[in-house]
């Protein structure tokens, strides 16, 4: 498992030091200025399995939702954020607009542990 610049940067909002705003590949937009911190989790399957892979998430607060296209997600709500399943596009400073984080089509996830 690789603790990466995501989880970095989603960690930041559990501080609460500043907003973030995060871009879902789905549509979804929300800010968020709390979370979980980062956790080890899995995808559910049995540890013999050859898919079975293990790897940090970060379980951060839907405080205010800008788009929601499929009106499944609710203010207040927690979901699970990670490198390898429910990976952001892009993640921004709410107050400065910087570009914090940017999904790159390039990367190779790595499920080695």
């Known amino acids: 498992m690789k603790y990466t610049q995501l989880m970095r940067v989603l960690s930041m909002s559990i501080r609460n030091i500043e907003t ?18 980062a956790f080890e989790s899995d995808n559910g399957l049995e540890l013999d399995d050859s898919n079975y892979v293990e790897y940090y998430a970060v379980g951060i607060k839907l405080t205010k939702i800008l788009i929601n296209p499929s009106n499944k997600y609710k203010e207040g709500q927690f979901i699970e954020l990670s490198n390898e399943f429910n990976r952001p596009d ?21 499920f080695k542990i």
């Not at 999904?103 to 996830?109: L, P, Q, S, W």
């Open 90 to 110: 892009k993640i921004i400073d709410s107050k400065t607009r910087e570009i914090l984080w940017e999904d790159d089509e390039n990367y190779e996830r790595d």
């Open 20 to 37: 973030i705003e995060v871009n879902m590949s789905d549509g979804l937009k929300f800010e968020s200025n709390d979370n979980t911190g």
